[in-house]
């Protein structure tokens, strides 16, 4: 997909004639039930099935104008869609489809737009229609309504009302139907294209308003920014910069040069860098700047990749803590929900072996579950350990009379485990039993993005795990100290030991020593750990201790 372009040509003089594109999209890369960059609106009720709406498609071949078209689909059910928009729904019947998108027409004159169509359908009661908005609330027909053509219909360079010029509009599409009857094709939309002029720059620039395509997120991860009502034309030129001294210090991006620029950010977790737009009338010699906006850097983020319904985790159990959160799919279900400054936390102790139950809405569907611990609070979901079922997903099947099937999830904290505050994420999506590959690949990682699903970030905080007396106190005339040790611990005899091992809480061993009465511990992680003393009689003597 071609996403939204803001471009100048840098002609010095007094005005420019050639058409810059505002706007360019085929809808070729947007996934399949989804809109891509386009908002859907007015399409019934999201939970009852069927109802119509606008959808990307590719396999509706009477519908399709390229390779993927938006167009009218019925949606059948929660993951279903049909070619035809749907005439059985009594909640739905008589509907009005809208589609839009936001252009930034700032600056520009003369707005020219091209795109293909074709709409069948009843006469004069199923319709198309160009409109467009400056506020989202009132549409304004542009040109004849579109119908009767089942053949691909083009139009180009058609001409937009003043009142599009110079602002920050919605163009989109409008579909009426009565539903008596429902026909192949509805209103499909294809290879749109918005052009303007711009003439040469003078005085100060309009700074505009700038954004992010995420404002949280690990370190070294792109992100595109963005800018709004910002003056374009002959001589204008742009610069992000930043600052990692909370403004009182910028720095030009080379590589960011343009409105829409990607941009790396480089910092380390749980600090934060400013950026801004500085846009510069080179006729004029004079400059503005936008407003700033932050970047923390953080744990990855999760989006919505397509699907309207995103069936969300409804409660999330360990102990006797209970989180309960939303309970209805659809396109205003989050992707991705936080309970990170919650009163109460879910509490475990190192080495424990914990059970989670996750309940989650599936429908009559079956939901897959992964879930993700930062056992060592660097930042990330990356270590040894701290991924689990990312290869075969728990899962659980909703049934009419139980539409929130509870999926049961273990996990064993490591003994060396950071004691203190943990993020924890528990994503779930849909997981047919075959053909479930791209539903996988949304589950296998933390920073994927869910599809019909959603993930949950949850604080888990880690006890230091305590041993009894009869662990640190002498086994005959044996004993080892100080218990807890930062690097060095003593055996209080070594005569009749023939060999020391060190081994984790799980069994393995991760040291092997010749006796003595100090040992040098320095290298291994914090931590529970078993000494194994070896005696010369066969027998082993095992010390529970605790690493610093």
């Known amino acids: 997909m071609r996403n939204f372009l803001l471009s100048c040509l840098l002609v010095f003089g007094i005005g420019i004639s050639a058409q810059t594109t505002l706007l360019e999209d085929n809808f070729d890369t947007v996934t399949n039930g989804s809109t891509g960059s386009w908002t859907g609106t007015n399409i019934g009720t999201l939970s009852v099935y069927p109802y119509n709406a606008f959808y990307v498609q590719s396999g509706c071949a009477s519908n399709l104008i390229s390779v993927k078209t938006m167009q009218v689909t019925g949606v059948t059910a929660a993951t279903s869609f049909s070619c035809s928009y749907q005439s059985v729904s009594a909640t739905n019947t008589g509907f009005a489809a809208l589609i839009y998108r936001m252009v930034d027409t700032t600056s520009y004159y003369n707005l020219k737009l091209s795109y293909k169509w074709k709409c069948g359908g009843e006469a004069d009661q199923d319709y198309g229609q160009l409109v467009y908005s400056t506020d989202k609330i009132n549409w304004i027909p542009v040109s004849t309504r579109l119908q009767g053509q089942t053949a691909t219909q083009t139009i180009t360079d058609l001409a937009l009302p003043a009142g599009a010029e110079n602002a920050v509009i919605y163009v989109g599409w409008l579909f009426n139907a009565n539903t008596t ?49 910002i003056s374009a034309g002959g001589g204008i030129t742009y610069q992000w910069q930043s600052s990692t001294d909370n403004g009182a210090s910028w720095s030009d991006i080379s590589s960011a040069t343009t409105p829409s620029s990607s941009i790396t950010p480089i910092g380390n977790f749980g600090n934060s860098i400013l950026y801004r737009l500085k846009t510069t009338c080179t006729n004029s010699g004079q400059n503005a700047v936008s407003n700033t906006v932050t970047y923390k850097f953080d744990y990855c983020s999760v989006s919505a990749n397509g699907a309207d319904n995103k069936f969300p985790v409804t409660s999330v159990k360990i102990g006797s803590l209970e989180k309960v959160s939303g309970t209805t799919p659809g396109p205003t279900t989050p992707p991705q929900e936080y309970f990170l400054q919650d009163a109460t936390n879910f509490t475990v102790t190192q080495a424990d072996n914990v059970t989670m139950d996750v309940m989650v809405f599936a429908n009559t569907n079956r939901m897959g579950l992964t879930f993700f611990i930062d056992w060592n609070n660097d930042g990330d979901f990356d270590d040894t350990n701290e991924a689990f079922n990312t290869t075969t997903p728990l899962t659980g099947t909703g049934t009419d009379a139980n539409k929130y099937p509870l999926i049961p999830a273990t996990f064993t904290v490591p003994s060396n485990a950071v004691v203190g505050n943990l993020r924890m994420r528990i994503k779930t999506n849909y997981f047919p039993t075959t053909n479930n590959t791209t ?13 019909n699903g959603q993930s949950e970030d949850h604080i888990l905080k880690v006890n230091a795990q305590t041993l009894a007396v009869s662990d640190i106190n002498k086994k005959g005339n044996l004993s080892v100290y100080p218990n807890p040790f930062s690097s060095t611990l003593n055996i209080s005899d070594i005569k009749g030991v023939k060999s020391i091992s060190i081994s984790d809480i799980s069994g393995r061993e991760v040291k092997s020593l010749a006796p003595a009465t100090e040992i040098n511990l320095s290298s291994l992680t914090t931590g529970l750990y078993i000494v194994n003393l070896k005696m010369n009689d066969g027998s082993t003597k095992p010390f529970k201790v605790i690493k610093k």
């Open 181 to 229: 009857t429902a026909t192949q094709p509805g209103l499909s939309i294809d290879d749109v294209k918005i052009t303007g002029v711009a003439p040469a720059c003078s005085g100060t620039p309009n700074a505009g308003t700038v954004s992010l395509s995420s404002y949280i997120g690990k370190s070294g991860t792109p992100i595109t920014t963005s800018a709004l009502a």
């Open 439 to 451: 539903q996988l690949a949304a589950l296998s990682s933390p920073c994927s993005n869910v599809i």
